[in-house]
């Protein structure tokens, strides 16, 4: 599976970005799907993940009412809206995916397909 993140940018504090993960091929549809991101010296965190079917989700506690994951798999594609956005959630952000991982999966060990990353910037 290949995975290609966009919808990045730069926002003001409180502001709202919408980032894509699409997938190729349609094994996708069956794998929970991750988002992670990593700032500048910082090690990458699990933000977010969502079961294949879409039914069950989960968040980090620090993007949690703000952050919301879903996915349409007939688009083969999973996405993160991200709202009150703070400058603290200024990162690259990656999503990924894995045969083996469902919606509890919360390590980056637990996924071993990953997209490049999408840069976001959140500004005071």
């Known amino acids: 599976v290949q995975l290609q993140a966009s919808g990045g940018g730069l926002v003001q504090a409180g502001g709202s970005l919408r980032l894509s993960c699409a997938a190729s091929g349609r094994t996708f549809r069956s794998y929970a799907v991750g988002w992670f991101r990593q700032a500048p010296g910082k090690e990458r965190e699990f933000v977010a993940a969502?079961?294949?079917?879409?039914?069950?989700?989960n968040y980090a506690d620090s993007v949690k009412g703000r952050f919301t994951i879903s996915r349409d798999n007939a688009k083969n594609t999973v996405y993160l809206q991200m709202n009150s956005l703070k400058p603290e959630d200024t990162a690259l952000y990656y999503c990924a995916t894995d045969s083996l991982a469902d919606a509890s999966s919360w390590r980056t060990t637990d996924f071993r397909s990953w997209g490049q990353g999408t840069q976001v910037t959140v500004s005071s």
């Open positions: 969502i079961s294949w079917s879409g039914d069950t989700t």
